[in-house]
């Protein structure tokens, strides 16, 4: 008796779902793989959104994760401008808002993460935006022109990096953030003041340490006002204060969700079959030996494919060493590691030269470290972050020891 084909349904047409489709054909798998998106595009990385997309330096199709035929050419059905309204594990289904009900053998769960939204007066107004997909993208570059009046609320990657873009395309640009510096939460105060300092010096009019109280309007944004009095003025308003994991269909299906879906190190859940990668996983690290949910394009680039041999019934784990980048004005930088809280921050280099070097250390150990405009780096920082004992914080800071010198177990 012939052996029934197989079907593969991936929720998320993401770089998780794109890279865990494209991974499934390249690992031999035969049955029919389902990959499913309620936007109309076919899958897309994010980070250009913020940067050369949103400028109008690159195109669509930079961004997207595969050319456009690779999906038929692969025999893949991409359903875009499709919702998935629920997934019913007990007997493995997953029904479309269609209303058509297709069948699964193993699941996988790569549903993103949607922004947090303000709740103050005037939030709804024309002119407010936020950042996600690429028709967000569209519509906030309409209104980027240099006359334009711009208010950045929140100060994280996504509002630092639209700040840039904004300046760079000749608008007014101000910036607001309860926290003291930009990124604070993640770099600290220290390291968060170099951008602080970065904005400024383009004119980026900077309210530090202060929340939104309102955004004034009648039918469209005009102005922002602050908890402590300021009025901004304001026909764009760009509200960037993080997101949250798109999880509500895994809750409503019972599975164990907590910050995301909870899954194991080789992404898998509590539900047989079903499997879950990207912003959405909240996923255990053998390294760290507990759960981080990563909204990074790397961690959706890589357990995509890892989901994907997990589904295939592979043994293989999620341990890659966290990793992010951003570029604002002609600061570029890569971060690796995880450092949720730290004692020490090492600088090797002056960041008011352009070029420096940050560690991150926690009793003793680098915990993490970034490199910003110093290149040709990331082996000896991936390889410092796996040393494991306390690391001499003079010769860190050395631009003059090689720091591929400081792994070496007889290094102080």
């Given at each position: 008796?012939?052996?029934?084909?197989?079907?593969?349904?991936?929720?998320?047409?993401?770089?998780?779902?794109?890279?865990?489709?494209e991974?499934?054909?390249?690992?031999?798998?035969?049955?029919?793989?389902?990959?499913?998106?309620?936007e109309r595009?076919?899958?897309?990385?994010?980070p250009p959104l913020?940067?050369?997309?949103l400028?109008?330096e690159k195109?669509?199709d930079?961004?997207?994760v595969?050319?456009?035929?690779f999906?038929d050419e692969?025999?893949?059905?991409?359903?875009?401008?499709?919702?998935?309204?629920?997934?019913?594990p007990?007997?493995?289904?997953?029904?479309?808002?269609?209303?058509?009900?297709?069948?699964?053998?193993?699941?996988?769960?790569a549903?993103?993460?949607a922004?947090?939204?303000?709740?103050?007066?005037?939030?709804?107004?024309?002119?407010?935006h936020?950042l996600?997909?690429v028709?967000?993208?569209d519509?906030l570059r309409?209104?980027?022109i240099?006359?334009a009046?711009v208010?950045?609320?929140?100060?994280?990657?996504?509002?630092?990096?639209?700040?840039?873009?904004?300046?760079q395309?000749g608008a007014?640009?101000?910036?607001?953030?309860?926290?003291?510096?930009?990124?604070?939460?993640?770099l600290?105060?220290?390291?968060?003041?170099?951008?602080?300092?970065?904005?400024a010096?383009?004119g980026?009019?900077?309210?530090?340490?202060?929340?939104?109280?309102?955004?004034?309007?009648?039918?469209?944004a005009?102005?922002?006002?602050l908890?402590?009095?300021?009025?901004l003025?304001?026909?764009?308003?760009?509200?960037?204060i993080?997101?949250?994991?798109?999880?509500?269909?895994?809750?409503?299906?019972?599975?164990?969700?907590?910050?995301?879906?909870?899954?194991d190190?080789?992404?898998?859940?509590?539900?047989?079959?079903?499997?879950a990668?990207?912003?959405?996983?909240?996923?255990?690290?053998?390294?760290?030996g507990?759960r981080?949910?990563?909204?990074?394009w790397?961690?959706?680039?890589?357990?995509?494919?890892v989901?994907?041999?997990s589904?295939?019934?592979?043994?293989?784990?999620?341990?890659?060493i966290?990793?992010?980048?951003?570029d604002?004005?002609?600061?570029?930088?890569?971060?690796?590691?995880w450092?949720?809280?730290f004692?020490q921050v090492?600088l090797?280099?002056?960041?008011?030269?352009?070029?420096?070097?940050?560690?991150w250390?926690?009793?003793?150990r680098?915990?993490a470290?970034?490199n910003a405009?110093?290149?040709?780096?990331?082996?000896?920082?991936?390889?410092?972050?796996?040393?494991?004992?306390p690391i001499?914080?003079?010769?860190?800071?050395?631009?003059?020891?090689?720091?591929?010198?400081?792994?070496?177990?007889?290094?102080?």
């Amino acid at each position: 008796m012939p052996e029934l084909t197989q079907t593969f349904v991936i929720v998320g047409a993401s770089l998780a779902g794109a890279k865990a489709a494209e991974t499934l054909r390249a690992e031999g798998f035969d049955g029919r793989v389902v990959l499913v998106g309620d936007e109309r595009r076919r899958p897309y990385e994010r980070p250009p959104l913020s940067k050369e997309y949103l400028r109008a330096e690159k195109d669509f199709d930079a961004a997207a994760v595969h050319p456009a035929g690779f999906y038929d050419e692969h025999d893949i059905e991409l359903h875009t401008s499709t919702v998935v309204s629920a997934i019913d594990p007990r007997d493995r289904s997953v029904t479309l808002s269609s209303g058509e009900r297709v069948a699964y053998d193993r699941l996988l769960l790569a549903t993103g993460a949607a922004p947090r939204r303000l709740s103050v007066e005037g939030g709804d107004l024309e002119g407010v935006h936020y950042l996600r997909g690429v028709e967000d993208a569209d519509a906030l570059r309409r209104s980027l022109i240099p006359s334009a009046q711009v208010v950045v609320i929140g100060a994280g990657w996504i509002g630092a990096e639209v700040a840039a873009s904004a300046r760079q395309l000749g608008a007014s640009v101000s910036m607001v953030e309860l926290a003291t510096v930009p990124l604070e939460r993640v770099l600290g105060p220290e390291v968060g003041a170099v951008y602080r300092d970065l904005h400024a010096s383009h004119g980026v009019d900077l309210h530090f340490g202060v929340g939104v109280e309102a955004i004034i309007g009648s039918k469209t944004a005009e102005a922002v006002r602050l908890s402590d009095g300021t009025v901004l003025p304001a026909a764009v308003v760009v509200i960037g204060i993080g997101v949250v994991p798109r999880a509500e269909l895994a809750e409503a299906a019972g599975l164990a969700v907590d910050n995301g879906v909870v899954v194991d190190e080789h992404l898998a859940t509590n539900a047989p079959g079903v499997f879950a990668a990207g912003d959405v996983a909240n996923a255990f690290h053998p390294r760290y030996g507990c759960r981080i949910r990563l909204e990074h394009w790397s961690a959706a680039l890589n357990q995509g494919p890892v989901a994907a041999r997990s589904m295939l019934g592979h043994d293989v784990v999620y341990d890659r060493i966290p990793y992010f980048f951003s570029d604002q004005y002609d600061l570029g930088m890569e971060y690796r590691g995880w450092a949720p809280n730290f004692d020490q921050v090492v600088l090797r280099g002056n960041p008011a030269d352009g070029a420096f070097l940050s560690f991150w250390l926690r009793h003793g150990r680098v915990a993490a470290a970034m490199n910003a405009n110093v290149w040709d780096t990331g082996d000896a920082i991936e390889a410092l972050l796996r040393v494991d004992r306390p690391i001499d914080t003079a010769l860190l800071a050395d631009p003059e020891v090689d720091l591929a010198r400081l792994t070496d177990p007889l290094a102080g």
